[in-house]
């Protein structure tokens, strides 16, 4: 239980990171990529779109006292660069300057403007140096993590605790919340900012509306919930498989334990000894009845040793009365049955010989004789079955294997899903079995 229950974590550990990664591809993909190269795609797509004439040039800055400037090149032609790209850029006199030049067709001038700085005394610019922003490897970092956080926790609400007591009441209820939690971890979702490239959390944005996060969230949302559906639906039949395997080994355990508390050499020594009694005291209708019981006895264990279907009451009863009978001629007058069930009652059901070791119990752990004899009751309660009888603790421990009542307790659960009931209030033993309608 508790290594399925590690591995089972280990999973939606492993599926959140597999979420994180799938939503964040693209940062994933810059990091292999050269981010210079795909700013010059970008411009170039936007300069075709635009249909605007570009050029590369060469030259020295020269600055005008109004804040704008030129790059002057060695054949006397200049590119102009306004006072926002020359404050922007921090360009200064006498630097050697590379840069994409573009035509300005909505300006009557015959110079080309500046688009982008290429080189800066011979090094090639970086446009992130003019932002105070973490790298690109942080920024990933920062997506990665939050994401994984977010799917940790959505996948932790739907499959992280009482999966044994999943219902799809629970399971309805747990996905309204991860979706309240998605709605909430979305205004806290990291984005980066087109002008300055700063990476913040959402809310500190002045738009709430970002379509790319709200497809990740949506995205993460939407896939815990499934994988949490198709992981419910898995655990219940991995319950229903390991249920079946369990009553398997409960029956075959209960089919042992009555076979060998059947034919053991005491109690064929009992039951041999009941039936020369019978044959020495002359009393031919008396012995072929106990052979008959007896016969019926072991047939009946026999055939529902294995059984895995409900039998009805009635089936228990005919069982119980020739049970009993075996014990009633090695007892006597000391030992007595009452059962007191109605007809109305008989076609209910319950699991395949639960009263034999309840009556054999009786027998085992108590002490019969004629001062103390024991009257035991077989009736009903509810629609609950009853074997009542008082307790005669007898001197010396009887010797038994203790799983009796806990196989019997095991065997109802996985067969009707229903708990029996044990009552000991030191002077009666009562024991009360559900019954089931057929």
């Not at 090149?73 to 006498?94: C, I, M, N, Q």
């Amino acid at each position: 239980m508790i290594t399925r229950f590690h591995s089972s974590k280990a999973v939606i550990v492993l599926v959140a990171l597999a979420l994180s990664l799938i939503v964040n591809f693209s940062y994933l993909l810059l990091l292999v990529a050269n981010p210079s190269e795909i700013g010059y795609v970008r411009r170039e797509s936007r300069n075709a779109v635009r249909n605007l004439p570009t050029k590369t040039v060469e030259g020295v800055y020269v600055s005008i006292p109004d804040g704008y400037g030129y790059i002057v090149a060695k054949d006397g032609d200049s590119t102009f660069v306004s006072r926002y790209a020359a404050r922007r850029l921090g360009l200064k006199d006498g630097e050697r300057i590379k840069a994409e030049a573009v035509d300005q067709p909505e300006y009557d001038s015959p110079h080309y403007a500046l688009r982008t700085l290429l080189e800066r005394d011979g090094v090639r610019f970086d446009y992130a140096s003019l932002y105070d922003k973490p790298s690109q490897v942080t920024e990933t970092i920062y997506q990665v993590l939050f994401y994984f956080v977010f799917a940790l926790m959505l996948l932790l609400i739907m499959n992280g605790w009482s999966a044994h007591k999943s219902s799809w009441k629970l399971f309805s209820y747990r996905t309204l919340l991860c979706i309240a939690l998605g709605v909430a971890l979305y205004f806290v979702a990291p984005i980066t900012m087109r002008r300055t490239n700063q990476t913040i959390l959402l809310f500190q944005s002045t738009s709430l509306f970002d379509p790319v996060v709200i497809f990740k969230c949506l995205f993460v949302v939407v896939v815990v919930i499934l994988y949490s559906d198709v992981y419910k639906l898995t655990h219940q039949q991995n319950i229903v498989i390991l249920e079946n395997e369990q009553l398997k080994n409960e029956n075959l355990l209960t089919k042992y334990n009555m076979l060998v508390s059947q034919i053991n050499p005491h109690f064929l020594f009992n039951s041999l000894s009941s039936l020369s009694m019978l044959v020495r005291e002359g009393d031919k209708d008396k012995s072929l009845k106990y052979i008959d019981q007896l016969s019926y006895t072991f047939r009946y264990i026999t055939q529902n040793g294995q059984q895995t279907q409900l039998v009805p009451l009635k089936s228990e009863l005919d069982f119980l009365e020739a049970y009993c009978y075996l014990f009633q001629i090695r007892y006597g007058e000391k030992i007595s049955f009452s059962i007191e069930i109605e007809k109305n009652y008989e076609n209910f059901c319950l699991p395949a010989l639960s009263l034999q070791p309840l009556i054999g119990n009786i027998v085992k752990h108590n002490e019969i004789s004629a001062k103390k004899p024991m009257k035991a009751r077989i009736f009903l309660d509810a629609e609950r079955l009853c074997v009542e009888n008082p307790i005669h603790p007898i001197l010396s421990k009887a010797i038994g294997t203790g799983t009796g009542l806990s196989n019997l307790q095991n065997r109802y659960r996985l067969t009707t899903q229903k708990e029996i009931e044990i009552m000991n209030d030191g002077n009666t033993f009562k024991v009360y079995l559900p019954l089931i309608k057929a």
